[in-house]
C-alpha cells in the first residue's frame, strides 16, 4: 500500500505537545461529536500519541466487521490491563476466540432464564425498600442493584458473600477513575495523588477477594453448581481442549463485572429520568406492564412483549451510549481511501455516532416514537450499533437488555420517580455517558389515570 491515498484532515484546535488532550478533557462528548464536521475520518492528538477517529457509520463499520480481522484491542484497552488481565474485551488472536466459545453458555437463554429471576427477586426487594416520599440518589441505586445482580449471578452465595461486600465497596471506585486513567499519559498512574492510590488499592482488594473465591470454589468442587465461577473453572473448550486458568477466571471475572455493571446502571437511569420527565410517555410503559404482567414477577418470556420500553430503552442508549472505543491496525488498511499504517490507532465513539443528524433526525431529542417498527426500518443495521459489532460484540447484550427490563417494570408499575427541580443531570464521560446525578422523588404510582391514546 498505497500510491494515491486521501490525507486525513486533522481536527482543529490542536496544540504543540498536548494535541487535544485538552479539548478532550474538558468536554469529551462535546468534543468527540464535534470531529464528524471535519470527515469521516479524523486525526487527534492525545499527547504524542495521534489517533484516527472513524466518525461515521461506514467507517465504524469498516473497522469493527469488514476490516476487523486487521484490527486488535487499541490503546484504551492496554491501559486497563492491569485491572482486567487478558479479559473478553481485551484479548486477541486465538485466545479471544476460544475464551469467547468458552464464556457464551453464560449468556445461553436457560441460563438468562435462571437470571432473570434472581433479577426479578432483586427489583421486587427494591421496589419494597423504597417509602413514598423519599427522595434517591438514582444513579447510585441503580449501580449498587446491577453490581448485586451480577454479583449474585456470579458467584456461589455460600461462597461468595465477602466477593459480593468487596465488589460492592470497590468497583464505582474503580469505575469512577478509568477512562481518565485509559486517555491519560502512562506516567501520570505512578503519581501519589489520591485518585491514583484509591484506584490502586481498589483494584488490588477486588482481585484478592475474587482470587479467594476462586479458590474456595475449586475447593469445595464445580460439579452440579451453575455460578460463573465454578462453570468458568470447570469449561474446556470442545474444538482445543483448552481450560482457563484461576488467573484466567478471575480476568474474566473482572472483565465482566467492569463491562456489565456501570453500562447498564446509566442506562436505566437515564431511562427514569426521561420517564419522569416525560409523563406521558411513562403512562404508556406502565399501562403496557400492567396489561402484560400485571402484579406477578416479570419473567424471561414476558420481554418480548413489552415492546413500549423496549422503545424507550433504544432510545436512551442511542441517547447515551459507549462514548469512546478504540482499536489499533496490526497491518497496513485501506480506510475508505485513507491509508492508515500497520500499528495505527483508530477509535469511534458511538455516542456521538447516534448524535449524527444525517442518520436521526433532531438527534438530541428523547423521540422513543422513532422505534415504531415502521419508523426503524429506514435506518440501517450498521448505523445503530450500540452493543458494538462484528466478532468483538458485546456478549452481555441480552443480560443487560433483560435487567434493564426488568428493574424498570418492576419498579415503575408500583412507584412514580419525579425529578427534584433545581438539578438538570449532566452526561459525564465515562465508558457510557453517565449522569452525574439524578435524584428523584419516590411517589406512589396512580394507576386510575386515564389510559391516554396511540402509542409513543
Ligand atoms: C447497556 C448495557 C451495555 C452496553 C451499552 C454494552 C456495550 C458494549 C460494547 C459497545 C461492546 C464492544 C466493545 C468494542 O467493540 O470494543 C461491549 C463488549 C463487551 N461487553 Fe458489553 N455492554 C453492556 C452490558 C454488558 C453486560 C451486562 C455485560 C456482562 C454481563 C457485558 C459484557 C461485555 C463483554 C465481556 C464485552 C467484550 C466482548 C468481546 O470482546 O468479545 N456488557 N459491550
Known sequence: MPGETIPVPRAPGH??????????????????????????????????????????????????????????????????????????????GDIHRTHRRLMQPLFRQERLATYADTMSRRAEAL????????????????????????????FATDLGQAAVEGVRRDLPVILKNMLLRAASPRF????????????????????????????????????????????????????TGVCLTDTEVRDQVVT?????????????????LELGRHPEVEHEVVQEVLEVVGDRPIALSDIPRLGVLRRVLDEVIRLYGVTLLMRRATADVDLGGHYIPA??????????LHRDPSLFEDPDRFVPDRWLPERRTRLQREEFVPFGAGNRKCIGETFSWTEATIVLATVLRRWALRPLPGHTPRAAASAMAHPDHV???????DRTGPRLSGTI
Open 343 to 352: 500499528g495505527s490507532e483508530v477509535a469511534f465513539s458511538l455516542y456521538a
Open 439 to 445: 435524584p428523584m422523588r419516590i411517589e406512589p404510582r
Open 256 to 272: 465482566i463485572l467492569f463491562a456489565g455493571t456501570e453500562t447498564t446502571a446509566s442506562t436505566v437511569s437515564w431511562a427514569l
Open 188 to 239: 501520570l498512574d505512578h503519581l501519589p495523588i489520591p485518585p491514583n492510590r484509591a484506584f490502586d488499592a481498589a483494584a488490588a482488594r477486588m482481585r484478592t477477594v475474587i482470587d479467594d473465591v476462586i479458590v474456595a470454589t475449586r475447593q469445595a468442587g464445580t460439579d452440579d453448581r451453575h455460578d460463573l465461577v465454578s462453570v468458568l473453572l470447570a469449561a474446556r473448550d470442545t474444538d
Open 15 to 92: 496544540l504543540p505537545l498536548l494535541g487535544h488532550a485538552v479539548k478532550l478533557w474538558r468536554d469529551p462528548l462535546g468534543f468527540l461529536t464535534s470531529l464528524r464536521n471535519s470527515g469521516e475520518l479524523v486525526r487527534v492528538g492525545f499527547g504524542s500519541l495521534p489517533v484516527y477517529v472513524a466518525t461515521s457509520a461506514r467507517m465504524v463499520q469498516e473497522v469493527t466487521v469488514r476490516q476487523a480481522r486487521y484490527f486488535e484491542k487499541g490503546r484504551l484497552f492496554d491501559r486497563v490491563r492491569p485491572l482486567v488481565g487478558n479479559g473478553l474485551a481485551n484479548s486477541n
Open 127 to 154: 421496589a419494597e425498600s423504597w417509602a413514598p416520599g423519599q427522595v434517591i440518589a438514582v444513579e447510585e441505586a441503580m449501580s449498587a442493584f446491577m453490581i448485586g445482580t451480577l454479583a449474585e449471578t456470579m
